[in-house]
C-alpha cells in the first residue's frame, strides 16, 4: 500500500492505525503497524480532543495487518463517535447546572430552566438512538450507527451553545471546560463521516419504506 492518510489517530509508539485504501473499484478498510516499513507519520496538534494524538501519515510499499469492508467498521466507528459526543454533551450540562446552582440557587431563571431542560431532552434522545445501535454489537447497521452520530453530535454542539449561553462571558476564556468542549464538538464531528455523509445513509436505509 502506498499514499497518504490524514488525520489519523490516536498516534501511539508501536500503535496500529486503521485507513481507508482506494483501490480500482472500492475501498477496503486497512490495520496498518505505525513502526512498520515504509511508515512515516508527522504528528498534527490540533486545539480540539486535547490528549488524542493525531498525525499525517505516509505510506511506501507498506503491507495490511489485517482488512476489511468499511461498511462495518464505519458504523461501529460511528456509534463509538456517538458515544463521545454524549459524554461531552454531558459534561456541558454539568457545567450549566453548577453555575445555576451557584448563581440563581437551585431554580434558576425560567429561560435558563428551559434551555436545560432542551439540552437533557436531546441529549436522552440522543442516548437511547446510540444505546440501539450499540445494542447490534458487531452487526450494527451503517444506518443505526449514522443515526446515533448524527443524533448525539447534534445534541452535543447544541448542548455546548446553550452552556455558553448560562456560563457566559466566562465560557470564552482559554482554558474554561467550555471553551474546550467548543473546540471538541467541533473537531468529532468530521470523524467516520460529516453530517452530509451521515444523512445519506440513513436516508439509502430509510427512504425506499416511505
Avoid at 428551559?114 to 442516548?127: F, N, V, W
Avoid at 445494542?135 to 443505526?144: C, F, P, R, Y
Avoid at 453530535?153 to 471546560?177: E, I
Wanted: hydrophobic share 45%; aromatic share 4%; glycine share 12%.
Amino acid at each position: 500500500m502506498s499514499g497518504r492518510a490524514a488525520w489519523v489517530g490516536p498516534i501511539t509508539e508501536h500503535g496500529v492505525a486503521v485507513v481507508g485504501a482506494r483501490g480500482e473499484s472500492h475501498v477496503t478498510a486497512c490495520a496498518v503497524a505505525l513502526d512498520g516499513h515504509g511508515v512515516q507519520v508527522t504528528e498534527a496538534r490540533t486545539s480540539g480532543l486535547r490528549g488524542f494524538i493525531w498525525g499525517h501519515v505516509l505510506f511506501a510499499g507498506t503491507s495490511c495487518l489485517a482488512s476489511a469492508e468499511t461498511t462495518g467498521i464505519m458504523a461501529r466507528a460511528r456509534t463509538l463517535i456517538a458515544s463521545v459526543a454524549l459524554g461531552i454533551g454531558d459534561r456541558a450540562l454539568r457545567e450549566s447546572l453548577a453555575v445555576v446552582h451557584r448563581e440563581h440557587g437551585a431554580g434558576g431563571e425560567q429561560t435558563v430552566q428551559g434551555l436545560l431542560a432542551d439540552t437533557a431532552t436531546d441529549l436522552e434522545a440522543a442516548r437511547m438512538l446510540t444505546w440501539q445501535a450499540a445494542g447490534q454489537g458487531a452487526d450494527v447497521s451503517l444506518a443505526a450507527g449514522s443515526m446515533a452520530k448524527l443524533a448525539a453530535t447534534s445534541a452535543a454542539q447544541a448542548a455546548v451553545v446553550r452552556a455558553t449561553q448560562v456560563v457566559g462571558v466566562d465560557s470564552f476564556r482559554r482554558g474554561h471546560v467550555i471553551e474546550r468542549l467548543t473546540q471538541d464538538v467541533r473537531a468529532i464531528e468530521l470523524f467516520a463521516g460529516r453530517t452530509e455523509a451521515l444523512r445519506e445513509s440513513v436516508a439509502d436505509a430509510e427512504l425506499p419504506r416511505v
